[in-house]
C-alpha cells in the first residue's frame, strides 16, 4: 500500500499569505496519480487538483499541484478568507489511499 | 447539475447490518464508475470501494470481505451492503463519481454524506 505523509500537520497563516502543503508517498506514484481536496467543517470534500498539476472546473488558479514521483505540493498562492479548511492529497496510481490531512488555520 | 444523494445511514448494533444508498442526478449515470469513501468522526478520509460500470467491484483489504458494492443503472442508483458491523465502522459514507478511466481514479463530486453509527 502505498501511504501519503502529508505535512505539516497544521499551517498558521493570516489572509494574503502564500501556502505550500507538502505529500510525500512511500513509493513512486504512477503516471503522477495524485489529487488534492479541500474539506471544511461539515462539508464534503471538493477536488481542487487532479494528476498532480491539473485544476479542476471552476477551482481558481491561485491554487496549484506540482511534483512527480514521490514528492507532491499544493500550492495557494495568496490565502483568501474561504482557503481555510482542511486539505488531502490522495493518490490513485495503485489502489486508492489518502494522507492524514494538512489543516490550513488563521494566524 | 451533478448532484450525488446517500441515504440508509443510521444507528446499528456490533455485528448488525446497513444497507446505504446513493441516488445520483445531473449526468449519465450508467457511464461513470462509483465509489464509497468513508470519514471517521474527527478523522481522516478513508476509500471503501470502487464499482465499475459494468458491476465490476474493488474493496479496501481492511474490509476483509464485510462490505458489498452494487449499482443500478436503470435507477440511477449506486448501493453499500455493509455486514458484521464493527464500532470502528463508524463514519460519515460518502459516495463519489471516479474519474481517470484506469479503474482507481479521482473523485469529481461527492454527495453529502450518510451517517453510521455502530454502537450497543
Known amino acids: 500500500e502505498t501511504v501519503l505523509t502529508q505535512s505539516p500537520g497544521t499551517l498558521s497563516l493570516s489572509p494574503g499569505e502564500r501556502a505550500t502543503l507538502s505529500c510525500r508517498a512511500s513509493?513512486?506514484?504512477?503516471?503522477?496519480?495524485l489529487a488534492w481536496y479541500q474539506q471544511k467543517p461539515g462539508q464534503a470534500p471538493r477536488l481542487l487538483i487532479y494528476?498532480?498539476?491539473g485544476r479542476a472546473t471552476g477551482i481558481p488558479d491561485r491554487f496549484s499541484g506540482s511534483g512527480s514521483g514521490t514528492d507532491f505540493t499544493l500550492t495557494i498562492s495568496r490565502l483568501e478568507p474561504e482557503d481555510f479548511a482542511v486539505y488531502y492529497c490522495q493518490q490513485y496510481g495503485s489502489s486508492v489511499t489518502f494522507g492524514q490531512g494538512t489543516k490550513v488555520e488563521i494566524k | 447539475e451533478v448532484q450525488l444523494a446517500e441515504s440508509g445511514g443510521g444507528l446499528v448494533q456490533p455485528g448488525g447490518s446497513l444497507r446505504l444508498s446513493c441516488a445520483a442526478s445531473g449526468f449519465t449515470f450508467s457511464s461513470y464508475e462509483m465509489n464509497w469513501v468513508r470519514q471517521a468522526p474527527g478523522k481522516g478520509l478513508e476509500w471503501v470501494s470502487y464499482i465499475s460500470t459494468s458491476g465490476g467491484a474493488i474493496y479496501a483489504v481492511s474490509l476483509k470481505g464485510r462490505f458489498t458494492i452494487s449499482r443500478d443503472n436503470a435507477k440511477n442508483s449506486l448501493y453499500l451492503q455493509m455486514n458484521s458491523l464493527r464500532a470502528e465502522d463508524t463514519a460519515v459514507y460518502y459516495c463519489?463519481?471516479?474519474?481517470?478511466?484506469?479503474?482507481?481514479?479521482?473523485?469529481?463530486?461527492w454527495g453529502q454524506g450518510t451517517l453510521v453509527t455502530v454502537s450497543s
Open positions: 513509493q513512486s506514484v504512477s503516471s503522477s496519480y
Open positions: 494528476g498532480a498539476s
Open positions: 463519489a463519481r471516479n474519474r481517470g478511466g484506469y479503474s482507481y481514479g479521482y473523485f469529481d463530486y
